[in-house]
């Protein structure tokens, strides 16, 4: 298992930004495919944005041109940048590493968009 550490959420008014950090000290980031979830309450848990270790990127559709994500391996975290944001992005946010058959979870970090 690999210790992610998300931060950067909090309360934000609708059409604001908020920018998610998922941060490892694992010395093999690089190979990690790494990606953000979210689960609003009473759904299920679902994929916003995932990117591979060659930086290919896919991206939910309800979040798409609004959402970005993007590594630094350098750093060894990966960010979620998320722009005018609306009242259905509520939700725990999870940060996901996968490395073959391991697939690690963040602890979640709430991200509230209310006027």
């Known amino acids: 298992q690999v210790q992610l550490v998300e931060s950067g959420g909090g309360l934000v008014q609708p059409g604001g930004s908020l920018r998610l950090s998922c941060a490892t000290s694992?010395?093999?980031?690089?190979?990690?495919?790494m990606g953000w979830y979210r689960q609003a309450p009473g759904k299920q848990r679902e994929l916003v944005a995932t990117i591979a270790t060659d930086s290919r990127i896919n991206v939910a559709d309800s979040v798409r041109g609004r959402f970005t994500i993007s590594r630094d391996n350098a750093e060894k975290t990966v960010y979620l940048q998320m722009n005018n944001l609306k009242p259905e992005d509520t939700g725990v946010y999870y940060c996901?590493?996968?490395?073959?058959?391991?697939?690690?979870w963040g602890q979640g970090i709430q991200v509230t968009v209310s006027a």
């Open positions: 694992v010395s093999s980031f690089r190979h990690y495919a």
């Open positions: 996901n590493a996968v490395l073959g058959l391991m697939n690690s």
